[in-house]
């Protein structure tokens, strides 16, 4: 009897939980190499900053976040590779997202940003769609110097008003606007936000994928907000 009672507690606690949650999103943070997407993300989740570069292959992020109604909104983040070696992966996973995050090296505009605008063109061809989450972050804004803020303010020009996309500009080493960040993905994707909801590392979890070329590794992390 004590057996069937614990069963029956534990089911009516996973569906209470499976009544608190609303719906679930993907995120893909996208952007040419070496603009700082992996250093944007473990700064937002884990409030650090990785001092070596380790080029990503392609990791993936889950966690919850508590909306202000009391439910929870289960949010993931796809952490891309910047080289895009294989482009049917690429177009997967942006039709498999909701909304996008180009990131550039604020500090390096030729080099990065004609990266953003054509990922931006590619995700409308895949979404077929003009109406996207699309939110632009130049990245390393700490390297920027007077000059090179004439430059931003005609890519801010550019990505405000041409393409009607949200722009902000961050540094992930000098944690710099990164919670802008999370509050414009949540604004969005109209994710009402409890302001008293952190985020709380827990711990990870690690698996790995075969392809027919190679072997990617996936760190599937579990964050609350």
């Not at 569906?15 to 040419?32: D, F, T, W």
């Not at 070496?34 to 937002?44: P, S, V």
Request: aromatic share 8%.
């Amino acid at each position: 009897m004590d057996c069937q009672a614990d069963q029956l507690i534990q089911r009516n606690e996973e569906q209470q939980l499976l009544n608190m949650m609303e719906k679930s999103y993907r995120i893909a943070v996208l952007g040419a190499k070496k603009t700082g997407k992996t250093c944007l993300i473990n700064r937002l989740l884990k409030k650090r900053f990785p001092e070596k570069y380790d080029p990503t292959i392609e990791t993936l992020f889950r966690y919850d976040i508590r909306t202000c109604e009391d439910k929870f909104t289960k949010l993931e983040i796809l952490d891309t590779a910047g080289d895009f070696e294989f482009p049917d992966m690429l177009r997967k996973a942006i039709r498999s997202c909701h909304a996008f995050v180009l990131v550039f090296d604020v500090s390096n505009p030729q080099r990065t940003f004609g990266e953003v605008e054509t990922l931006r063109q590619l995700i409308h061809e895949e979404k077929c769609t003009e109406s996207l989450p699309i939110i632009v972050i130049g990245n390393k804004s700490d390297l920027v110097s007077k000059q090179d803020n004439v430059d931003n303010k005609i890519l801010d020009a550019i990505v405000s008003i041409d393409w009607g996309c949200t722009y902000i500009t961050v540094s992930a080493k000098c944690d710099e606007n990164i919670n802008d960040v999370y509050a414009a993905v949540c604004k969005e994707l109209q994710i009402k936000i409890n302001q008293s909801s952190n985020v709380k590392s827990e711990d990870s979890l690690s698996k790995t994928v075969k392809t027919k070329k190679m072997s990617i590794r996936r760190r599937f992390s579990i964050k609350s907000f």
